[in-house]
Each structure stands twice: as C-alpha cells, then as structure tokens.
C-alpha cells in the first residue's frame, strides 16, 4: 500500500480496527489511519512517530479511562 502523496513509498497494514479503517506502517516506522475502508486510494492520518509509540495508544487509553472515566481516541 502507498503511504505517500506519490503513491511511491510502501507501507504494511499492520492493523485493523475492526470497524473498515486500517493502520498502516511505512517504511521510515510511521504508523498511519485510513480515513475510509478502501485501501484503493487510501486517504491517510499519521497517528504515530513510530510502532513503539502506537503499540503505547491503548496503554494511555486505558490509563486515562481508569483514571477519569473518559477513553481517549486511538
């Protein structure tokens, strides 16, 4: 799957939410979100810098739950 603009650097969907949209590694670690369930021409949002800061989403996500009852976005 193509993570860039150029349609040039690859990527691998490395997750699912279950739900259509599709998180997608790039080459350079970037983790990315589809905004749709078509990986066609995928429109992408950057969630993280690398996996190791995407594999640490549900962890704060559950921090925050715990501690105040409000789940953050992952």
């Known amino acids: 799957m ?11 969907v490395i997750r699912s939410n279950g739900g259509g949209l599709s998180y997608v590694a790039g080459i350079d670690g970037t983790v990315y979100r589809t905004r749709t369930a078509s990986l066609d021409e995928p429109e992408l949002d ?9 594999l640490e989403l549900p962890q704060r996500s559950l921090t925050q739950l715990v ?5 953050c976005r992952l």
């Open 2 to 12: 193509a993570v860039d603009g150029d349609q040039t650097a690859g990527g691998l």
């Open 46 to 54: 950057k969630v993280a810098d690398n996996l190791r800061q995407f």
């Open 67 to 71: 501690a105040d009852g409000k789940p």
